[in-house]
């Protein structure tokens, strides 16, 4: 078996193009749905709180798995680029949904550091991401 330098050339081009997005689709995402939320997780974070740890990484979870899928099923930049946003902006209504209709006090409860409100959002998120990841038909 011979080693086709052409074709592996060829593939880690398409390779980094489509992680080199995926990439910046993900910090797109995670600056967008900081802005969403009514705390601050980078300084609660930084503060040692686990909680924000905890429910911004669900989020970007959440993100990760559809945004994988769409690169998987794309036919193109733009399209991906699409679904991303998609996805991005259903993760941040499922948000907005939480901390209004169902979690009211979640803001003050993750600025606490109460673990059960942060494993019940980024769980949330985790589904969500799931739900969407496989909703992506063509």
Known sequence: M?????A????ALAFLLAFGSAGLV???????YQLATPYNELKLIRD???CAAVTLGGALIGFAIPVSMSLSQAHSLAEFVAWAVLAGIIQIITFIIVR????K???????R????VA????????????LNAASMTE
């Not at 592996?8 to 593939?11: A, V």
């Not at 209004?100 to 979690?103: A, F, I, P, R, S």
């Not at 550091?113 to 059960?116: K, P, R, Y």
């Open 2 to 6: 011979n080693f086709d330098i052409q």
């Open 105 to 111: 006090d979640l803001a003050a409860r993750i600025e």
């Open 119 to 130: 494993i019940y959002l980024a769980s949330i998120s985790i589904a969500v991401g799931l």
């Open 8 to 11: 592996f050339q060829q593939g």
């Open 113 to 116: 550091g109460e673990f059960s």
């Open 48 to 50: 040692g709180n686990q």
């Open 26 to 32: 993900l910090i797109a995402f995670k600056y967008l």
């Open 100 to 103: 209004t209709l169902v979690v």
